[in-house]
């Protein structure tokens, strides 16, 4: 077996605020399989840079962090894949700087696959998963509690990771109890670049409502009420109205 590579995390805090009671724990994304070290300019890293100083600028209250993994690769074969391993360190460092308050996740792609993987942990309210990697096989979060929400929002375009899978996952979510959204943006590919304002719009409004910290837009907040029959095939372009 290929020697593992010199394992090195960081996670990121830039101008971190003390006292806060809440936070995000922005993931990015990465490949099925690498041991290569996560390098600070690969570009699936550096893609969430957007969303992690939006979410500062937008909220002053809760503590935003960045996770850079210790490797490129999901990486599931010998045991908990590295991200979500990765993950649980950052959300135990997390709960010792908010004193175990409120936090929600955002992940891209493998970042998505991620966050739901480890959205039991006892903190985390919710999550937003943009473009996320979700297999058919894919495991529901194996503890789901009535005050967790959980959002959705690809591409119908996406070749990277299946908008028709995320659509299933949701749809299993919400028969599991889970209140869940899943919104699609026709003909939007996996790297959000296709309208990227409203990529970002959604991810940070979205991830601050799922939060409390702000109000949850108009168009998420009734998708995940599950009233309507589009909760789980919304439009991306209308989760504010």
């Not at 966050?115 to 903190?123: E, H």
């Amino acid at each position: 077996m290929m020697r593992r590579m010199t394992e090195t995390r960081s996670l990121s805090l830039r101008g971190g605020r003390k006292g806060a009671r809440s936070a995000v724990l922005v993931l990015h994304g990465g490949r099925e399989r690498s041991q290569m070290p996560t390098s600070p300019w690969q570009l699936s890293y550096i893609r969430m840079f957007d969303m992690y100083f939006g979410l500062r600028k937008a909220a002053p209250q809760p503590a935003v962090y960045l996770l850079r993994y210790r490797f490129r690769g999901w990486n599931a074969e010998h045991g908990t894949p590295d991200p979500v391993s990765d993950a649980l360190w950052a959300l135990d460092r997390i709960g010792a700087d908010v004193g175990g308050g409120p936090v929600a996740l955002l992940g891209h792609s493998m970042g998505g696959r991620t966050a739901f993987a480890v959205s039991s942990y006892p903190s985390v309210v919710g999550v937003c998963g943009l473009a996320p990697w979700l297999p058919g096989h894919e495991p529901l979060p194996h503890v789901l509690r009535a005050d967790q929400r959980f959002v959705i929002a690809h591409g119908s375009r996406d070749r990277m990771t299946s908008a028709p899978q995320s659509l299933l996952y949701a749809a299993r979510l919400r028969r599991a109890g889970a209140a869940a959204a899943r919104f699609e943006l026709a003909g939007a590919r996996h790297a959000m670049l296709d309208q990227p304002s409203l990529w970002r719009d959604f991810a940070i409004r979205t991830t601050l409502g799922l939060l409390g910290e702000a109000a949850m837009p108009a168009g998420v907040a009734r998708a995940l009420s599950g009233v309507a029959h589009t909760g789980l095939a919304a439009d991306l372009t209308q989760f504010a109205e």
